[in-house]
């Protein structure tokens, strides 16, 4: 997201913020104060100033009543870039609030990825109302840029860029960024166009610095090897600035014509966005956020508590098989917990190394034989020495050998199981195409629980069987 750094104002923080990085109670209070008594001047005093990031966690630190108050009282000072710092509920119940005409005035003063990210989450028919009050080219570009995929690098670019001609000299280049105003606030590429608004290739800053005012840009240009398709998802974006240590890049679309310029910063906010929904899905809490209504937050988190009732319900269809052998020995069900949590511990820690290495496509067809190996043996490792330790003490604990090395038995096979269902489970989930990071965890669980049940219960039985 682009936005003014902080320049001189830095003192500010500190008295914005505490030394935990959270935003200072007597800070909010006083602002809320300052709403309450509609003192615009004392709130221009002390918002006007601050950066957007810290306008953002002002907002989520009010009241709702608040926000929406400061956002009116500000008015034509507040900044609307701030709305790209805060959670999409927040964000949609200050802008539900506003006339289109404010959103369509303080749009054309925003970077265009910051006007597509708060024009992406409005109904149609409120985007199209905004857009038609836009001037044709910002509105054209910002239409553009909608069309595109949700999660794309279209979306996310910005369609701000400088672009010439090949022929034209450093010294033209150099007069036309010092007189044309339409130019983006920072840039730190020229891309090389042709008429057809083709690319070319860039060039630097620096090298146009350091080149004569007559040499021509063709002669110092270089290719963009890594142009993004602006289809190509944001992740796949972020991964091609990892991987090529990039600090901007140009956007095409299918003709490989230049539509616009993914920045760090963008491609920072994605990456962060990214790995928050991958720890969400994991916890099987899809995409929520903090500022969630208690609604939406059930209605997200039910569809899987249901699915995981239904393996509960398998693993207890295995414990039922064994119902004869637990009454004859009730030391069994004290132990079956055990074994049951340590293996789905097992399983979790597998199942996380394993869905992040294929998020960031560390685990590919040619490591995965090996990791496979890798995992296995570290299950049997882990499992030979926590069954060496539960033996012992639930030999000790209960005063019977034969029980310690039955549950030492069943806790290297549960193990072991674990490794395996924490590494193919998320493979076998993306060969099918779905998101390993959300459907895992519950069939991991499943499986270390039943295996674990069923080798504890099948081999107590047959030690009891053969007493």
């Known amino acids: 997201m ?86 999409e509920a927040i964000r949609l119940d200050i802008v539900d609030n506003l006339p289109n005409e404010q959103i369509a005035q303080a749009v054309q003063e925003l970077d265009s990825d910051d006007a597509v990210y708060i024009l992406e989450d409005l109904d149609q028919e409120d985007q199209d109302e905004i857009l038609s009050q836009l001037p044709f080219t910002e509105r054209i570009r910002l239409r553009r840029a909608l069309d595109y995929p949700e999660e794309s ?66 002669e110092i240009m270089h290719e963009t090897r890594h142009a993004i398709p602006a289809t190509m998802d944001q992740e796949e974006a972020a991964r091609e600035f990892e991987q090529y240590d990039l600090l901007s890049a140009a956007v095409v679309d299918e003709n490989e014509r230049l539509v616009g310029v993914l920045t760090i910063d963008d491609v920072v906010d994605v990456i962060q966005q990214e790995a928050e929904e991958d720890l969400l ?57 055990i074994v049951a949590s340590l293996g789905g511990n097992a399983g979790t820690q597998t199942m996380t190394v394993t869905v992040r290495a294929l998020a960031t496509r560390d685990l590919d067809i040619y490591n995965a034989g090996r990791v496979i190996r890798r995992e296995v043996l570290v299950g049997l490792l882990n499992g030979a020495v926590i069954a060496t330790l539960l033996g012992v003490v639930a030999g000790t604990w209960f005063q019977n050998v034969d029980l310690g090395l039955v549950i030492a038995a069943a806790m290297i096979v549960n193990m072991l199981a674990a490794s395996l269902g924490g590494i193919l489970i998320p493979l076998f989930l993306d060969k099918l195409g779905a998101d390993p990071a959300i459907s895992s965890s519950i069939f991991t669980t499943m499986i270390t629980d039943v295996i674990g049940f069923l080798a504890f219960l099948s081999f107590a039985s047959w030690w009891l069987h053969l007493g």
């Open 153 to 218: 690098a279209g979306r996310r670019m910005q369609t701000e860029f400088v672009a010439v001609p090949p022929f034209w000299t450093v010294g033209q280049t150099i007069d036309y960024m010092r007189e044309d105003k339409d130019l983006p606030d920072r840039f730190s590429e020229i891309f090389v166009i042709d008429a057809t608004f083709k690319l070319l290739g860039a060039v630097g800053l620096d090298q146009v610095l350091r080149a004569k005012r007559a040499v021509k840009v063709e």
């Open 2 to 87: 682009q936005g003014e750094e902080r320049s001189e104002a830095e003192p500010g923080h500190a008295e914005i913020y505490g030394e935990d990085g959270v935003i200072r109670g007597p800070f909010v209070a006083h602002i809320g104060a300052a709403i309450a008594d509609r003192d615009i001047l004392a709130l221009k005093r002390e918002v006007g100033d601050l950066h957007q990031s810290e306008v953002g966690d002002l907002l989520e630190a009010l009241l709702p009543e608040q926000r929406r108050a400061l956002v009116e009282l500000l008015g034509s000072d507040f900044d609307f870039s701030a709305l790209t710092e805060v959670d």
């Open 281 to 337: 899905r994991m916890g099987g809490v899809g995409d929520e956020e903090l500022s969630d209504t208690v609604t939406a937050t059930s209605r997200s988190r039910v569809p899987w508590l249901l699915i995981n009732l239904c393996t509960a319900f398998l693993s207890a269809s295995v414990i039922s098989l064994f119902g004869a052998t637990i009454e004859e020995m009730v030391a069994l069900a004290a132990l079956m917990p």
